[in-house]
Protein backbone atom coordinates (compact mmCIF):
# COMPACT_ATOMS: atom_id res chain seq x y z
CA UNK A 1 0.00 0.00 0.00
CA UNK A 2 2.66 2.17 1.03
CA UNK A 3 5.88 1.87 -1.65
CA UNK A 4 8.40 3.51 0.62
CA UNK A 5 10.07 2.38 3.56
CA UNK A 6 8.62 3.67 6.78
CA UNK A 7 10.85 3.38 9.82
CA UNK A 8 9.39 0.89 12.55
CA UNK A 9 9.92 3.38 15.33
CA UNK A 10 6.80 5.15 13.30
CA UNK A 11 4.77 2.25 12.98
CA UNK A 12 4.89 1.66 16.65
CA UNK A 13 3.55 5.10 17.52
CA UNK A 14 0.57 4.80 14.82
CA UNK A 15 -1.50 2.21 17.77
CA UNK A 16 -0.70 4.75 20.44
CA UNK A 17 -2.09 7.31 18.67
CA UNK A 18 -5.50 5.21 17.23
CA UNK A 19 -5.86 4.23 21.26
CA UNK A 20 -5.72 7.60 21.90
CA UNK A 21 -7.92 8.65 18.72
CA UNK A 22 -10.64 6.05 20.20
CA UNK A 23 -10.20 6.94 23.38
CA UNK A 24 -11.45 10.71 22.59
CA UNK A 25 -13.80 9.84 20.64
CA UNK A 26 -15.25 7.84 23.39
CA UNK A 27 -15.97 11.78 25.13
CA UNK A 28 -17.27 12.62 22.40
CA UNK A 29 -14.76 14.97 20.85
CA UNK A 30 -15.04 15.47 17.07
CA UNK A 31 -11.47 16.89 15.91
CA UNK A 32 -8.38 17.34 17.24
CA UNK A 33 -5.20 19.07 16.68
CA UNK A 34 -1.47 17.95 16.76
CA UNK A 35 -0.99 19.55 19.65
CA UNK A 36 -3.95 18.74 21.35
CA UNK A 37 -3.22 14.69 20.31
CA UNK A 38 0.66 15.15 21.66
CA UNK A 39 -0.30 16.43 25.05
CA UNK A 40 -2.77 13.37 25.26
CA UNK A 41 0.24 10.51 24.27
CA UNK A 42 3.08 12.62 25.47
CA UNK A 43 4.69 12.60 21.93
CA UNK A 44 5.79 16.39 20.65
CA UNK A 45 3.16 17.35 18.51
CA UNK A 46 5.89 18.08 15.48
CA UNK A 47 6.79 14.60 15.77
CA UNK A 48 2.95 13.52 15.35
CA UNK A 49 2.61 15.54 12.27
CA UNK A 50 5.72 13.72 11.17
CA UNK A 51 4.46 10.48 11.59
CA UNK A 52 1.27 10.79 9.75
CA UNK A 53 2.46 12.71 7.08
CA UNK A 54 4.61 9.89 5.77
CA UNK A 55 1.21 8.23 4.92
CA UNK A 56 -0.65 10.93 3.49
CA UNK A 57 -2.26 14.40 4.41
CA UNK A 58 -5.40 14.17 6.70
CA UNK A 59 -5.23 17.21 8.52
CA UNK A 60 -6.09 20.82 7.24
CA UNK A 61 -4.15 23.82 8.18
CA UNK A 62 -6.41 25.16 10.91
CA UNK A 63 -9.34 22.62 11.96
CA UNK A 64 -6.39 19.56 12.96
CA UNK A 65 -7.57 16.40 12.37
CA UNK A 66 -11.15 15.19 12.30
CA UNK A 67 -11.19 12.33 14.68
CA UNK A 68 -13.67 9.43 12.76
CA UNK A 69 -11.70 10.19 9.66
CA UNK A 70 -7.88 9.94 11.01
CA UNK A 71 -8.85 6.54 13.09
CA UNK A 72 -10.38 5.07 9.91
CA UNK A 73 -7.09 6.10 8.11
CA UNK A 74 -5.19 4.48 11.10
CA UNK A 75 -6.94 1.63 11.04
CA UNK A 76 -6.53 1.03 7.47
CA UNK A 77 -2.76 1.75 7.58
CA UNK A 78 -2.53 -0.52 10.89
CA UNK A 79 -4.84 -3.26 8.49
CA UNK A 80 -7.10 -3.37 11.83
CA UNK A 81 -10.14 -2.48 9.74
CA UNK A 82 -10.68 -6.58 9.79
CA UNK A 83 -10.39 -9.56 12.45
CA UNK A 84 -7.48 -11.29 12.86
CA UNK A 85 -6.99 -14.71 14.16
CA UNK A 86 -3.94 -15.12 16.52
CA UNK A 87 -3.29 -18.63 17.96
CA UNK A 88 -1.60 -18.66 21.41
CA UNK A 89 1.31 -21.34 22.22
CA UNK A 90 2.31 -22.18 25.44
CA UNK A 91 -0.73 -21.75 28.25
CA UNK A 92 1.19 -21.52 31.78
CA UNK A 93 0.20 -18.34 33.38
CA UNK A 94 1.19 -15.89 31.10
CA UNK A 95 -0.31 -17.80 27.93
CA UNK A 96 -3.40 -18.38 29.97
CA UNK A 97 -3.58 -14.49 31.00
CA UNK A 98 -3.39 -14.01 27.33
CA UNK A 99 -6.35 -16.07 26.44
CA UNK A 100 -8.26 -14.47 28.62
CA UNK A 101 -7.67 -11.05 27.70
CA UNK A 102 -11.17 -9.34 26.76
CA UNK A 103 -9.14 -6.71 24.72
CA UNK A 104 -8.24 -7.88 21.60
CA UNK A 105 -11.34 -8.07 19.87
CA UNK A 106 -12.02 -3.93 20.35
CA UNK A 107 -8.71 -3.82 18.67
CA UNK A 108 -9.33 -5.80 15.77
CA UNK A 109 -7.87 -9.55 17.03
CA UNK A 110 -9.34 -12.83 17.85
CA UNK A 111 -7.55 -15.74 19.68
CA UNK A 112 -8.13 -18.28 17.62
CA UNK A 113 -6.27 -22.05 18.22
CA UNK A 114 -4.42 -22.52 21.64
CA UNK A 115 -1.59 -24.87 22.24
CA UNK A 116 0.70 -26.50 24.80
CA UNK A 117 3.25 -29.24 25.02
CA UNK A 118 2.09 -30.64 28.86
CA UNK A 119 -0.29 -33.39 28.41
CA UNK A 120 -1.90 -32.29 31.52
CA UNK A 121 -2.78 -28.90 29.94
CA UNK A 122 -4.05 -30.53 26.68
CA UNK A 123 -7.66 -30.99 26.42
CA UNK A 124 -8.83 -27.85 29.07
CA UNK A 125 -10.93 -25.53 28.11
CA UNK A 126 -10.25 -21.81 28.00
CA UNK A 127 -13.59 -19.82 27.64
CA UNK A 128 -14.61 -21.56 24.54
CA UNK A 129 -11.39 -22.79 23.26
CA UNK A 130 -9.85 -26.35 23.79
CA UNK A 131 -6.06 -26.32 24.25
CA UNK A 132 -4.85 -28.51 21.49
CA UNK A 133 -1.53 -30.66 21.74
CA UNK A 134 1.37 -28.86 19.77
CA UNK A 135 2.21 -31.77 17.60
CA UNK A 136 -1.11 -30.59 15.93
CA UNK A 137 0.15 -27.01 15.08
CA UNK A 138 1.45 -26.83 11.87
CA UNK A 139 -1.37 -28.67 10.53
CA UNK A 140 -4.37 -26.65 12.06
CA UNK A 141 -2.50 -23.70 11.54
CA UNK A 142 -2.14 -23.99 7.90
CA UNK A 143 -5.65 -25.20 7.77
CA UNK A 144 -7.04 -21.89 9.34
CA UNK A 145 -4.84 -19.90 7.61
CA UNK A 146 -3.28 -17.77 10.61
CA UNK A 147 -0.51 -15.51 9.88
CA UNK A 148 -0.36 -14.00 13.80
CA UNK A 149 0.89 -15.89 16.93
CA UNK A 150 1.95 -15.15 20.54
CA UNK A 151 4.76 -17.50 21.92
CA UNK A 152 5.05 -17.68 25.66
CA UNK A 153 6.57 -20.91 26.15
CA UNK A 154 9.84 -21.69 28.22
CA UNK A 155 13.18 -20.12 26.70
CA UNK A 156 14.40 -23.27 25.56
CA UNK A 157 11.56 -24.57 23.75
CA UNK A 158 11.14 -21.34 21.77
CA UNK A 159 13.13 -21.55 19.06
CA UNK A 160 11.45 -24.77 17.94
CA UNK A 161 8.06 -23.25 18.37
CA UNK A 162 8.63 -20.36 16.64
CA UNK A 163 10.40 -22.80 13.45
CA UNK A 164 6.38 -24.92 13.67
CA UNK A 165 4.96 -21.62 13.16
CA UNK A 166 6.84 -20.31 10.35
CA UNK A 167 6.83 -23.80 8.74
CA UNK A 168 2.81 -23.30 9.13
CA UNK A 169 2.68 -19.99 7.15
CA UNK A 170 2.75 -17.55 10.08
CA UNK A 171 4.34 -13.93 9.41
CA UNK A 172 4.06 -12.13 12.42
CA UNK A 173 5.51 -13.38 16.25
CA UNK A 174 4.93 -11.54 19.79
CA UNK A 175 7.21 -13.31 21.67
CA UNK A 176 7.10 -13.59 25.58
CA UNK A 177 10.13 -15.93 25.83
CA UNK A 178 13.07 -14.67 27.58
CA UNK A 179 15.56 -15.28 24.75
CA UNK A 180 16.17 -14.37 21.22
CA UNK A 181 14.51 -16.48 18.31
CA UNK A 182 15.87 -16.27 14.51
CA UNK A 183 13.29 -16.18 12.20
CA UNK A 184 13.07 -15.71 8.05
CA UNK A 185 13.09 -11.88 6.86
CA UNK A 186 9.67 -12.33 5.94
CA UNK A 187 8.84 -12.85 9.44
CA UNK A 188 8.14 -10.01 11.73
CA UNK A 189 9.10 -10.67 15.72
CA UNK A 190 8.62 -8.59 18.67
CA UNK A 191 10.44 -9.50 21.85
CA UNK A 192 8.73 -8.49 24.97
CA UNK A 193 10.24 -9.50 28.27
CA UNK A 194 8.70 -7.69 31.41
CA UNK A 195 11.90 -8.18 33.38
CA UNK A 196 13.87 -6.10 30.81
CA UNK A 197 11.71 -3.62 31.09
CA UNK A 198 11.52 -3.43 34.62
CA UNK A 199 15.64 -3.41 34.67
CA UNK A 200 15.53 -0.50 32.64
CA UNK A 201 12.76 1.52 35.04
CA UNK A 202 14.86 0.44 37.77
CA UNK A 203 17.83 2.36 36.26
CA UNK A 204 15.45 5.89 37.27
CA UNK A 205 14.71 5.06 40.31
CA UNK A 206 16.27 7.14 43.16
Known sequence: MYTEKIPDIIIGRLPIYL??????????MKTTSSQELGDYVGISAA??????????????????????????KLREIL???RMWDVVI???GD??????????????????????DSDPATIGR?????????VSQLVERVRVCK????????????????VDRLVEAGVRAILN??????????????QHIDPSTHLQRMTFYID
Open 19 to 28: RALQRMSAQG
Open 47 to 72: QIRKDISQFGEFGKQGTGYSIPFLTD
Open 79 to 81: KVN
Open 89 to 91: VGL
Open 94 to 115: MGHALARYGGFSERGFRVALLF
Open 125 to 133: KVGELVIED
Open 146 to 161: IKLAMVAVPAAAAQEV
Open 176 to 189: YAPTVLSVPDNVHI
